[in-house]
């Protein structure tokens, strides 16, 4: 299936790894300029010259910190006059702490939504007058599952990404009639570099071994299995697509069935 977005400029944050580099290589496999970033040269770098072999496309690396408000707006105009427009933001950021809800103060709910509620509107803010200009745009933020059905361990998460999915839906409304989608995705559990850490210290811990994390997931997805970074990907790459234009302020589930709710 064509996608329809070759030579179209994207920016993909916090890319250096996980979701979000699997995103951009999407992006660029389908012909897309992309441009991404994360807060270390290095890692960045090198997620730039992986994209760049498989596709052969350009792509340009930034650093970042997308909770630095001046950050994400030279990051997006760098990357408007280098890419010469920007049509596809795709919003990531790393993960909050895991807790219950009343483990935590109001600093710690304040760096979750700085993290990742105020970078979302940052990085869209930064962006919207770019899209405006040419009457087209695919904004698509990276959220959890979290968002539609809290995790009880995942409170910070639980609390920013809400907030995410109200201002988005907001959003789509005011600007669907210039060309403009909003969206949302939420994966589930999704077998990133992060989750590998994570099982590997949940067996350090000595409560089980990296097996028995696993099993402890798997059994709660109806599909029996984490999903993978290019399932995720293929997703996110469809919403961006000029098949996508008629699809807006949705929260799409990537997830094997997980979410139970009806919507
Ligand atoms: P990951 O830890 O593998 O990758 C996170 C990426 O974000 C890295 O490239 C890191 O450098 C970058 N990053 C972190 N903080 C940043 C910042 N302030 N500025 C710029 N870059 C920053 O994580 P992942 O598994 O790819 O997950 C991506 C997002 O999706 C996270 O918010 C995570 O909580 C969420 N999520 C992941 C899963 C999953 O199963 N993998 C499930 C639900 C939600």
Redesign the pocket.
Known sequence: MDLGITGKAALV?????????AVALRLSQEGARVAI????AE?IKAAREQIHAQTGNEVIAYV????DGDQVIDLCNRAEVELGSLDILVT????PPAGMAAEFGPDDYRAGIE??LL?TISLICATLPKMRKNNWGRIIA?T???ARQPIPHLAI?NTARAGVLGYLKSLSSQVAAEGITVNAVC????K????TELAAMFAESGKGTVEDFYRNIEVDVPMHRMGTPEEFAAAVGFLASEAAAYITGVALPIDGGWIKSLY
Do not use: F, K, Q, W
């Not at 970033?37 to 270390?40: D, E, G, I």
């Not at 994966?187 to 999704?190: M, N, S, V």
């Open positions: 944050t916090a890319a250096s790894r996980g979701l979000g580099r970033c994360s807060r270390n890692t970042c910190d997308v909770t990531n950021a790393g993960g993290l990742n970078s990276i959890s599952v979290a998460s994966p589930g559990y999704t990133t570099e992060r989750i």
